[in-house]
């Protein structure tokens, strides 16, 4: 089992950021590696349980399942039912928490997988920056003051 | 349940920021409500279960247990045992977190408790705005006193195990004469637990320094290393310091003896952390009189706008400083000195009246200055020779704060002498003034607030190399100098 964290800080209120965030369907609005995204079975996006299919802009596919969405914690988890990745028993949390000082967001993503071993510095890497970091570089833009 | 929460994002790598939140002791040096705390019981500071009582400055009195303490976690949580505000059953969490795209730091901060019926509000603010936003800005400028160097090694990887850093001393062979200092080689070992390695890069050399050389002071016994104020960069620390890291700039003046070296490994509770526009040189030829012009003006005596004091020695290092501080005080300044060449400097440093002699007679002249009522505070760094003088240049009322005895210890005093005109005497020692850090490290940015504000300046200084210390103390022993020496390793 291998961990990954990345972390940041956005120039936005937590509940703006969460807006964003909160769509388990809304991948393709502010990263900047997804293509197209569908919630299977025409579910709503933020029901525990639903599946999202989405295709990266590198045309791998990706389906992901929401586990948990709290709007109070502004914090969501999925794991990865299939992907081109290579890992196994994936489970992601992303997490806002409101920065007082300053009216700013502290943005929180880990994940936990097994993958491997000879992948794992590969794949930490892969999803540590190409990933978690990529997509907090994307909102940082998207809400710079 | 009254909830709290505050959080801020800091501009410092996690860990420079734990070292200091850890340790349950610290808050007087970076937190600007609180004044004084200690540990009961005198346990460590990171003992599950220590309790730390303090006073905020307004006069509040508060006692807090730590109840958990995680350095993997960065984590922190404390309640109130009692309090003199009505904080009920107060917990609060401290927790860091890492900011992985650069070298910042989130803090959240946390607590419940309960208030009477009315004071919900109010406590509330307090607790939000006074301790916890009041906290971050005061963690902030405390960091911002320290520089970065850019190359830090973590506290947790010192050098190799054991291996010492080699440096050279000046070591007092015997006692006697500028002749018996000697250069030699003094590697400083790695520190020990509550110890701190320093590459020192600039020393202060003091008049008492002098004293301990001749064996009048006796504060060492040869062989052994003189000195007691130096600046430079903390090479490592040992187990249980949290308020200085390696890379940072520091500086003291402090006992015991051995400042004239390299690299020095010392007891870190007298060490301070340099504010980024303080320079090492000028730490080195600031610190022991800066800190000793800065608790006798607004300690031993508190001086006032209005009153006449009279400074001996009015160009030499402490002698300056008082001169510059106490005019923009606002005092009438007047002084003595041994040459017209001094009596420019001390003049040009705000100090009125300088009075120029070697024979230790000025009371009438400071009489005929202040209509025959004489001085209301002299700061003696003289002794014996100006005791008479002394007591006849005073005011009815005045007080005498005796700091130093250039020219001889003081005979006894009998109270009957004070009585004859409500005299007070002070015989005040800088390090009892700075023995509890939350004082040291008042004073010394007491001292750095007025370095920056140019109410205290270090314009003139005198440069040696450190082989050069029996020079520098030749120099100074023929009062060749006026302002600060500093050696250089």
Not at chain 1, 77 to 99: C, F
Not at chain 2, 82 to 107: C, H, I, M, N
Not at chain 2, 191 to 199: D, K
Not at chain 2, 288 to 305: D, E, F, I, P
């Amino acid at each position: 089992m291998i961990k990954v964290y990345a972390s940041s800080v956005i120039d936005a209120p937590a509940d703006s950021v969460w807006v964003r965030i909160r769509d388990f369907n809304g991948l393709p609005g502010w990263t900047p590696f997804v293509a197209e995204s569908r919630i299977e079975g025409g579910q709503p996006a933020d029901r525990i349980g639903c599946v999202r299919n989405f295709r990266l802009k590198d045309g791998g596919m990706i389906r992901e399942q929401l586990l948990t969405l709290s709007d109070y914690d502004f914090q969501c988890t999925y794991s990865i039912l299939e992907s081109p990745m290579g890992v196994e028993n994936y489970v992601a949390t992303l997490k806002l928490t409101p920065v007082t000082d300053g009216g700013r967001t502290f943005a929180e993503w880990s994940a936990e997988f097994d993958c491997a071993p000879e992948r794992e510095g590969e794949l930490a890497q892969q999803i540590g920056q190409g990933v978690f970091q990529t997509a907090f570089d994307a909102l940082k833009t998207m809400f710079r003051r | 349940m009254i909830r709290v929460t505050r959080s801020a994002v800091i501009d410092a790598p996690i860990e420079r920021v734990w070292a200091v939140l850890r340790d349950f002791n610290g808050h007087t040096a970076w937190h600007p409500v609180v004044a004084e705390s200690e540990i009961e019981g005198g346990e460590p500071s990171d003992q599950i279960g220590c309790v730390r009582r303090f006073t905020l400055r307004d006069g509040n009195h508060i006692r807090e247990q730590l109840l958990a303490l995680s350095d993997r976690d960065h984590v922190s949580t404390y309640c109130i045992l009692d309090a003199s505000v009505p904080l009920r059953r107060y917990v609060a969490t401290l927790q860091l977190k890492r900011v992985t795209d650069g070298e910042r730091t989130f803090w959240h901060w946390q607590s419940t408790f309960d208030a009477p019926p009315g004071r919900e509000r109010e406590l509330a603010d307090m607790v939000g705005t006074g301790v916890y936003e009041g906290g971050f800005q005061g963690l902030r400028a405390y960091l911002r006193r320290a520089r970065h160097a850019p190359d830090r090694p973590t506290a947790s990887r010192p050098l190799a195990a054991g291996q010492t850093v080699p440096a050279q001393g000046v070591v007092v062979s015997a006692f006697g004469g500028p002749e018996v200092l000697r250069l030699q080689p003094l590697p400083a070992r790695p520190p020990g637990p509550g110890e701190v390695r320093i590459r020192q890069t600039a020393v202060g050399v003091n008049y008492m320094d002098v004293y301990v050389r001749s064996g009048h002071y006796r504060l060492i016994e040869p062989p052994a290393v003189l000195g007691m104020e130096a600046a430079g960069v903390v090479v490592d620390v040992g187990d249980g310091v949290a308020h200085v890291l390696p890379g940072d700039r520091v500086a003291y003046a402090c006992a015991p003896p051995g400042a004239y070296v390299g690299a020095r490994t010392m007891p870190a509770d007298q060490i301070v952390v340099l504010p980024d526009d303080v320079d090492e040189e000028t730490a080195a030829a600031l610190m022991l009189k800066g800190m000793t012009a800065a608790y006798l003006l607004h300690r031993t005596h508190r001086v006032r706008a209005g009153e006449t004091i009279l400074v001996h020695a009015a160009a030499g290092g402490v002698g300056l400083f008082l001169c510059q501080w106490a005019r923009a005080l606002g005092a009438r300044v007047i002084g003595t000195v041994s040459s017209e060449d001094k009596a420019r400097l001390a003049r040009a440093n705000g100090c009125e009246l300088p009075l120029v002699g070697r024979d230790y007679r000025f009371a009438s002249a400071v009489k005929a200055a202040t209509n025959g009522r004489g001085a209301d505070v002299i700061y003696d760094g003289l002794g014996r020779a100006a005791m008479e003088e002394n007591l006849e240049a005073l005011a009815l009322c005045g007080h005498w704060v005796s700091y130093g005895q250039a020219s001889g210890p003081l005979s006894p005093i009998g109270p009957e002498v004070l009585a004859a005109k409500s005299l007070t005497l002070s015989r005040p020692v800088l390090f009892h003034y700075t023995a509890e850090r939350a004082a040291l490290n008042e004073i010394a940015q007491q001292t750095f607030e007025a370095l920056r504000a140019g109410v205290i300046r270090v314009e003139r200084r005198h440069r040696y190399p450190l082989a050069s210390a029996a020079e520098a103390h030749r120099d100074l022993e023929a009062r060749r100098t006026s302002g600060p020496l500093v050696l250089l390793p």
